[in-house]
């Protein structure tokens, strides 16, 4: 089977406290990998939009925390300072088009990811609220 190459660009950042910014422009997606104490660092007017999160502890447990969001940067503004775990890094997804993710979407991506995430030895998913669809 031949393997397929998607381009992805990613934007390095100028400064130690910038995000790293990953566009996977074959699948209309942004990612953002950034460190706790430098969430203000995304642009208020790019990532306050509906996607999906993962927080990463630093501390070699493999805990993670999957959650969507309506506004990424506010809720990682909000887990900063009430954190579910003591997480070090965020990676945050959002979709890179005008109309951004609608609700059903937000919920199958973050359920689809909790339960990747959840399958991989030595990681362990810590669950917030959950839907019962």
Known sequence: MASQVVPVNVQVPST?????????????????YVARPHVEGLPRDEW????????????GSGAVYVGQ????????????R??????????????DTSHGFNSAEIGYL???????LDAIPHVTVIKGKEDKD
């Not at 969001?69 to 900063?80: C, F, G, P, S």
């Not at 973050?110 to 990747?116: D, K, S, V």
């Open 16 to 32: 130690p406290t910038a995000p790293v910014v990953a566009d996977f422009v074959e699948h209309a997606l942004r990612v953002a």
């Open 48 to 59: 306050n939009a509906p996607g999906i999160y993962v927080l990463l502890t630093g501390d």
């Open 69 to 80: 969001a309506v506004e990424l940067r506010q809720r990682l503004l909000q887990h900063r």
């Open 82 to 95: 009430a954190p579910k775990l003591d997480w070090q890094r965020a990676v945050a997804i959002k979709r």
């Open 110 to 116: 973050e359920g689809r990811l909790a339960a990747e």
